[in-house]
């Protein structure tokens, strides 16, 4: 199993540009969640989705954030414009739908806006 | 509010020596508590979790965590540490909000000494 993807791993970009940060879940699994993770905050839950759809987007910064979930094995989170304050590790995971159940994580993308 | 806290950011030990890491919660009704781990570049691993049952939960790599309902408790704990040990490590709780949500720590960097 590949377990969760990310892409990219390391994005640089300008103030005002637009983001996009892609995941494919372990596949079967049917919850997935967005986190960001900094020095300042440490991690936290952005929004999650289960059978594709978004449960809770309270941890979403603003509007300039939006996450999709087209199909059972893709996801994006969008920043549009980004800002310097965005600068993160944002995480991706994927678990089966339960409280009980673990969450496994992707290798992160380490977003640097300039 | 359901929450997690780590109250030590950083837990030093020499290797070979017993290390524990703290954790209490605070949840209304029965708490799913889970222990991860973080190595640098890295996201985050699952090692452990309590669900019901025995109040002494055996996971990876030697690790093991108790749960003690009186002092809302659940420190993880190995009986002799690696310098392969020394990463971040996180605290979570599961809410019942019937889907599952966990709640992260504000983590505990683990340093193991040669």
């Known amino acids: ?114 | 509010a359901q929450s997690v806290a780590q109250p030590e950011d950083q837990v030093n030990v020499a290797e070979g020596n017993p290390l524990t890491v703290k954790c209490t919660y605070s949840v209304s009704g029965n708490p799913y508590l889970f222990w991860y781990v973080q190595y640098p570049n890295r996201g985050l691993q699952f090692l452990l979790k309590y669900i019901t049952g025995d109040n002494l939960v055996k996971g990876s790599y030697g690790f093991e965590a108790e749960f003690n309902k009186s002092q809302t408790s659940f420190h993880l704990k190995k009986p002799s540490a690696l310098v392969s040990d020394s990463a971040l490590y996180f605290c979570a709780v599961s809410l019942n909000t019937g889907f599952q949500k966990l709640v992260f720590g504000t983590g505990t960097r683990l340093l193991v000494s040669p």
Not at chain 1, 52 to 67: H, T
């Open chain 1, 1 to 114: 199993d590949a377990g969760v993807i990310q892409s990219p791993r390391h994005e640089v970009t300008e103030m005002g540009q637009e983001v996009t940060l892609r995941c494919k879940p372990i596949s079967g699994h049917n919850s997935l969640f967005w986190y960001r993770q900094t020095m300042m905050r440490g991690l936290e839950l952005l929004i999650y989705f289960n059978n594709n759809v978004p449960i809770d987007d309270s941890g979403m910064p603003e509007d300039r954030f939006s996450a999709k979930m087209p199909n059972a094995s893709f996801s994006t989170l969008k920043i549009q414009p980004s800002e310097p304050r965005d600068s993160a590790v944002y995480f991706c995971a994927s678990s089966l739908a339960g409280l009980v159940n673990e969450q496994f994580f992707g290798p992160g993308t380490r977003l640097t806006v300039l």
